[in-house]
């Protein structure tokens, strides 16, 4: 392991998208974002809707996120996501969809008792932080 560097491992159900050494993680946190770097004290935390950045060396890696925790050990991060995709691996324009569809719900929840608003706000929200990442790339 390199001085100043630390293992992280951002994790999805469906695959593990980063394990590697880097220099920093910049993390959504529940109750607000967090760095960490090398050396950290150890701590367990819930993740909200936001951008995750991991810095290793001079290159930024963005990634959208959905929420989950995350899980700060001595000598490794461990980001267990619902759902992460780099800035890179983003569809802008079905993301753009999704939110136009979520919006679309939510202007419609008065008239119709069957949508759930707040599963509407939720999808709102993914979907314009993963057009945010996009455009951040």
């Not at 936001?50 to 989950?68: A, N, P, R």
């Not at 461990?78 to 759902?83: D, E, N, W």
């Amino acid at each position: 392991m390199a001085e100043n560097t630390f293992h992280v491992e951002v994790i999805t159900p469906e695959k593990v998208l980063i394990s590697d050494e880097v220099n920093s993680v910049e993390v959504p946190g529940a109750h607000g974002e967090f760095q960490i770097l090398t050396g950290h004290t150890p701590f367990l935390t819930s993740l909200k809707i936001g951008l995750l950045t991991v810095t290793k060396g001079v290159e930024k890696i963005l990634i959208s996120i959905s929420g989950g925790y995350c899980e700060v050990m001595p000598e490794k991060t461990t980001i267990l996501a619902h759902t992460a995709e780099t800035a890179k691996q983003i569809d802008k324009a079905r993301a753009e969809a999704a939110r136009k569809r979520a919006q679309s719900r939510i202007d419609n929840a008065e008239k119709d008792s069957s949508i759930d608003i707040d599963r509407a706000q939720l999808a709102l929200l993914r979907a314009i932080n993963r057009i945010k990442t996009k455009n951040m790339k």
